[in-house]
Structure formats: C-alpha cells, structure tokens
C-alpha cells in the first residue's frame, strides 16, 4: 500500500489569518501568517504602484547616453544586480523547500508559496530598474517605489524576530533545514540593507558625467521651435526655458504631478476670504463624511435580507417556537433609504449632500477662475514686446482660456472623482477586512488596482488613435474651408468632382482611425466588465463557502455584492475621467509655462516716478542688438531740445522704429543710456515714463468698441466735452457725426470699418487728448495716399506745437521742418543735420530726396496721362 504525503497550506496549528499562534514559552508570530501575508503586502503594493511608474516612464522619459567612467558604471548597476541576486535566492529557496519537504507528511505550502511571491516581486523590481536605468537611461536617485518596496521588504525581515519562539521559524538551528533557511535568511536581509543604504547615499553620489540626450546628436543645429526666431521675438533662451519647466513635450501629463498640484494650492485656498475657506472646509468634510457613510446603504441593505430571511424562516418552519408574528423591517427599510435620498445611487451619486456640496463648490471655483484669469491676464501685460512679437496672440488666448478652464476641470475631477473613488475603495479595503476577513479586503484591493492601472494602460494606448482622429478632423475642415473659400476658383475649373473626392478620401482615413479607435474602446469596456465579473465571482465564491461554514449570512452576500457594485459604477467612467485630467493637467502646464516666462522688462526695486518739466530727450552712447552678432543700433548719440523736433530717416532695417521702441522702453539698451531730463528711464517707473510719451504708429490698431472709447483711451478719466475738443483738433469731429451713431459708431475689429486716414486722425485724437510731453510719430503717414497724407499733416502738426517731438519718416517731404534730421544706416548715424545742409553734403540723404522726387514726378506724369486718356474720373 503506497503511503501518500497530505497537503495543506499552514504549520500545524497555524492559520494565515491569525498573527499570533500559542507556542510553550506564550504567543509568537504565526509562521504561515508570515509567509502569505508579509509577502503579499510588497507584491501587492509593487504590482499596483510599479505598473503606473512604468506607464508614466514609458510616455515621459526621453532615453539618454551616459559616459560614465567604470566606478560610477558600477555604481550605477548595482541595484540592478543585487536585486537579480535576490530572485536567485528566493528560487534556491523555493527548490529547497520543496526537496525538504519531499518525504514529510504533511507537506507545508506556505514556505512554497512566500518563495514564489518573493521571487516573482525581485524579478518585477529588476524589470522596472532595468527599464528606468537601461532603456530609459534615469540617472536620478531611486524613486519613491524603489525605497518604499525595500523599506517593506527589509521590515518583513525584521518582523520575523517576532517568530523567535515559534519552532517553525529557523531560529532553533536544530536541523539542517533550519540552518539553511538561516542562511537565506541572512544573506537576504544583508543584500536588503545594503539595497537600503545605497538608496539613501545615492542622492548624494553625483552621476551627471558627460550626459546628453539620445537624440541630441542627430538634432539640427537650429531646433524646430527656435528657427523662425527673428528679431525682436521671444530669444532661444526663453523658449529652451519654457521648454524645460515641465519636461519634454511628449512627456505623461501626470509626470510631476505633486510640483502642478503644489503649483495650484494657492488658487484654491483663498488667502483674504476666510467664508471662501469654510466653503473650501466645509466640501472637504462633506465630501469625507459622504465616502464614510457611503458603506451604510450596502449594511442596512443587507439587514433587510437577513431580516426577510428570517421572517420566510418563521412562515416556512412547521416549529410552533417560529410561530410568530411576520416583522416588517421598517427600521432597516427607512434607513437604507435614508441614506439613498443622502447619498443618491449609481455613478452619478447624485445625492442631496452631493448636491449641497456642488453648490458650496460654486464660489471657490468663480474665485480660482477669477484669480487665475487676472494674474495671468496681469502677466501678459507685464511682459515684454519682444514676447508678444515672438507668440501667436490667438495661440496665447487658447493657452488663456484653455488653462484657466482646466484648472478648474482638475480641482472638479479630482474632488468629486478620483478622490471620492480613492477613499471608496480605502474604505471598503479595511471595512472588508474587519468585517469579513483578510482575503475579502485584499481581492476588493487587488481587483480595483487592477482594473485603474489596466483602464490607465488602455487609455494611454488608444490615445494615439483619438490623436490621429483629431489630425484628420482638422485636415477634414481645413479642406472644407479652402475649397468653400476658394469657390470661384473652383468654378473657374470645373472640379467640384475633385473637391468632393478630396473630402471623401479624407472622411475615409477618418473613418478608419475612428473605428480602430472605438473598437480599442470595446476592448476597454471588455476589460472592465471581465476585472468587474472576476472580482463578484471570486467573492461570490468565497461568501458562497463561509456561508456554508455559518461564518456568514445571506445578508452578507448581499452585501458584498451591492457594495462591489456599488464601487464599481463610478469607475466605469474612468478612463474618460483620466483621459479629460490628462488633457486638463497639459492645458495648465501651458499656462504656468507663461506664468513661468521672465519679465524682461521689469522696473527697478523702490524706482521713483519720473519727474518731467522740459521735455528734453537725450541718446547718450546708446548700443542695441536682439542678437550680440548682429547689432541694430551701434553708439547712438543725439539730443532734441525742449520743445524741438528730430527726424529719422533711413533704409528699411537701419533701426529707426527700434529708436522709438527703446525710448518707450519696450526694450533695454545693452550699452548706453536714454535720459528724459537728466533721468535716466531705465531708473524710473515705467507707467510715469509712458504717462509723459504719446505715439502716433504707423498702423493704428483700434479696438472693436465705439469712436468715443477709442479716442478717450488716451485718457479713460476724459469727459465727453474733452473728447469732442481732441476730434476737433484732429479735424475728425465732423466725420464722426456724419456717421450714423456718430461717437456711439462701432469701428470693427481693428478699427477696419474706417479708412486709413480716419483710423490716424483718431490716433491723433487720442494723444492729443493724452496731452503728453513727448510725442513719438512713427512712419504715422506712410501707409496713407499722397492726398490723404497731405491733409494729415495738419493734425500731426497741431500734436507737435510746444511738445518735444521724434519722427520716424519714409517720404521725406513730411519733415524738412525739422530742427534735426539723423540718417541711419546699418545702425549707425552716418549724417546729421537739418534739410537743406544735407543736401548741400550729397550724401545717402540727398540720394534719397532725388531719388523720391523723381518717383513723385514719375507719379504725377502717369496720372496727368491717364486723365488724358479718359481712364479715369477727375475729382
């Protein structure tokens, strides 16, 4: 008769549920306990953690070359191989465990099991050092996972002094067995504290030798974002800046996520509002009071069957002691309604206090948009022109409103979805355990990380498809609107066909992607069901067997299954809550990287306003370059006298209106300075320097609102009679009261609805209405036809009388009355003097004049034969 071996998980009076076993000298550490458990914990916690940081590594992490010498090569692998040396151990010891145990009855599985979970949890942590430190080339210190996991490890080791009595340990060293399991067990913690060392003095090792990015050899001298880069646009400093605040563009959205969430507090918590902070209290402590109370529903749902149970008991026992009046749960049934009505049910749990909580969160999000849209709107006015002439301004107002909008997106998603089904799942976790046993808690655990990370690995693979569906959208409209836009021209040729087949192959490459796409989403939705069924059907299992053994009721499976469901529901709609959190967490990266941008023109600590009685405006020795290797103004020197006017001409690109911009200091100069009466206006408040200046630009831009606003922007503090006296004296007023709302008359966007020669007399308009000291003309008429600008000149004279004045000209007729004309040329000032002393000089000045007279006439002679002609009308 063959003498068969039995098998069972535990030691001889031992459970995996029970810490202590009693032993001869009192109670130790249950060995099996130790096994399952102690080994379970760190498995658990690295399986759930680890899949995110290698999701968040694979997305974010830009591989990278290290030229490292030997010793700090080895330095760099030794976690690498250390831990490769712990999965050795753990499989000798899974191979000896087992060969001990060949011929022993019974045969013990939870030393087999411990090996098992360790080996496989060694082998996870070296997969996720080998593709931090190989593939993805991280020389930083070990992260939070890797510290906290060996931590774990190094603690599991130390709890087993707890098992010093207990024989079933090796501490007796009584048998061969013993003395090995000693053995393992010594080399494996001094490997972990060696681990554990090394994680805390790695910060302190420098590893930065010789490293660059992968691809940064193959990159082109000029990036991609730095190449249309001109002058007077943001500089490559900025951009590589901006770059660099938040990690490559391709990197996860959730990388650095505790600097985003630091960066946000301070637009959540508002500092000077203490109601808006017992708002912000008061939907915190709703919001847990909510996740606490949400198990009540599932336990008074499972009162009600046991309840119901024992009333069929009492109707169906033919026992005269059951004979009893059937009970109504009325307690039960109002309960679990009660907090039905408190709590609402589904994934919306739109409940009463739910919903008190939505309208308290009101005001705190009105306050973190209205802060969020003034600092930043506040930030862009601060910044420099070069800044604004190196950024799209319809670009920056997506980043604007995209930003503002997604922070709120944020605070809402993670206050009333992620973290509600954080503190759910926490909750069930600790209630189950204490309730029913370790194991209920641990699966509930394992199938909820389960089913997030595998919905965060799905959705992170089927965005490539959503972003090639919104490339192709795009491609489809802007077909759409050149063919529509371009309607004659397809007439012209009679392709309509053409059109139609174009937008039909695009609609087709659409088509594709958005069927891969929802199909990815079925998968999705298939995974999510499948983790939802396994977890129901293991528990159901599991509850289906203790209720056998008496341990639970049907309540309880009620129970568990209302609540499985009930943790399950607002988790169907995670992946969407992840996908909208990842484009919100990109939207605000955007905006703190404008947040981030350097004020490049900023006034000096305790600057004193500027005191202006003369007027008088001097260049002393000024040098400027956007470029150091290709200077705009070299050792620029003039003067204007009180009340006196300096003209420059010159070549276009020579540095005229540069000259204008650094006097109203959009710019500072590198070397050299600009004084306004001995006061140099790099050392005074900006908004006292420009209250004194008033600019007449070449293109006057007006913004989308009535005359009256635009003329009174000079002075927004103007009355209506001050108004009229500016329009008058810009000879515009007759004009405007010839339109039909007269002053209330809407210009258009860019003040398109007025001719060129209305759009400057309302300029004019309105520095004269500023009344400045100093008045900047900048090429004010040359956009304008010859008549047009010949009328101008009245007005642009009127703004001249008795006020400093600096013109930047192109026909130079408009200003051989000036006091001083300066010609420049490649930067330079090549000739001074006023009108007819350079002409006598026959320089680059006089060159010019001829030059232009000669186009005059040319001009004069065509229209003279047109008219002859009778091609067109005399006036």
Known sequence: MTNTSSITLCYIGESYQDFWTPTQTGAALSRCFYDINFSLIPFLYLYLYGITQFILFRTSIKPLKANLPVYKRLIFTIPFHLCHFLTFTEIIHLFASIAYQTNSNPIFLSPIIRSIIDAISWLITSFLLYKERYVYGVLRPNGFLFISFIS???????????????????????????????????????????????????????????????????????????????????????????KLQFGPKNSSAFSNIFSKCKMLFPYIWPKNSFFLQLRVVAVILILLIVRVTKVFVPIFSKNIVNDLTDNFMRNSSTDTAYLLPIQIPWFNIAMYCFFSFLLGSGATGSGVLANVNG?????????????????????????????????????VMKILDRGTSSVTNILHWILFQIAPAIIDIAIAVVYFIIAFDIWFGLLVLFTMMTYIMGTIGITEWRSQWRRAMNELSNEIQTLSVDSLLNFETVKYYNNEEFEVIQISEAIQKYNRQEWIANASLRILNTFQNAIQVFGIFIGSILCAYKIS?????????????????????????????????????????????????????????????????????????????????????????????????????????????????????????????????????????????????????????????????????????????????????????????SMPN????????????????????????????????????????????????????????????????????????????????????????????????????????????????????????????LKEQDLIIPE
């Open 152 to 242: 774990l490890q190094f603690g599991k080791q130390i709890f087993s002094l707890w098992g010093w009595n207990n024989s079933a340990f090796w501490w007796d060293l009584s048998s061969s067995r013993s003395i090995f399991d000693f053995s393992i067990f010594v080399t494996q913690s001094l490997t972990i504290f060696i681990l554990l060392v090394y994680s805390v003095i790695r910060p302190f090792i420098n590893m930065t030798h010789k490293l660059k990015s992968v691809t940064e050899e193959d990159e082109p001298l000029i990036n991609l974002n730095e190449r249309n880069i001109e002058p007077g646009s943001a500089s490559s400093e900025q951009v590589k800046k901006s």
């Open 359 to 395: 309208l308290i969160w009101i005001s705190v999000t009105q306050y973190t948009y209205k802060k969020l849209q003034m600092r930043l709107f506040e930030h862009l006015h601060s910044l420099s022109l070069r800044f604004h002439l190196g950024r799209k301004t319809g670009a």
């Open 549 to 737: 053994l008496g341990e639970l009721t049907v309540g309880d499976y009620v129970l568990f299954t209302s609540y499985l469901i009930q943790l399950y529901a607002p988790l169907n709609f995670f992946g969407s809550s992840y996908r909208f959190l990842q484009q919100a967490f990109i939207d605000m990266e955007n905006m703190f990287e404008l947040f981030d941008t350097d004020l490049e023109i900023q006034n000096k600590p305790k600057a004193p306003e500027m005191v202006v009685v003369n007027n008088e405006v001097e260049f002393r020795n000024v040098t400027f370059w956007y470029n150091p290797e290709k200077p705009i103004l070299t050792d620029i020197s003039f003067s204007i006298p009180p009340g006196g006017t300096v003209a420059l001409v010159g070549p276009s690109g020579s540095g005229k209106s540069t000259i204008v911009r650094l006097l109203f200091r959009f710019y500072d100069v590198q070397n050299g300075c600009i004084l306004i009466d001995g006061q140099d206006i790099s050392e005074v408040t900006q908004h006292s320097l420009r209250k004194n200046i008033g600019v007449v630009p070449q293109d006057t831009v007006l913004f989308n609102k009535s005359i009256h606003f635009n003329i009174r922007y000079g002075r927004v503090k103007a009355d209506d009679e001050e108004v009229e006296k500016a329009s008058k004296a810009a000879e515009i007023h007759e004009q405007i009261l």
């Open 742 to 865: 007269d002053y209330d008359t809407i210009v258009g966007e860019r003040g398109l609805r007025l001719s060129g020669g209305e759009k400057q007399r309302v300029a004019i308009a309105r520095t004269l209405l500023k009344s400045p000291g100093i008045v900047l003309l900048d090429e004010a008429t040359s956009a304008l036809d010859t008549q047009t600008e010949r009328h101008i000149q009245s007005s642009l004279s009127k703004i001249c009388i008795n006020r400093t004045t600096l013109i930047v000209a192109h026909r130079l007729s408009t200003i051989i009355h000036s006091n001083q004309i300066l010609v420049l040329n490649k930067g330079r000032i090549v000739e001074r003097g006023s009108h007819h002393q350079l002409l006598e000089e026959q320089g680059l000045y006089a060159s010019m004049w001829e030059e232009q007279q000669k186009s005059l006439l040319e001009g004069e002679q065509r229209e003279v034969d």
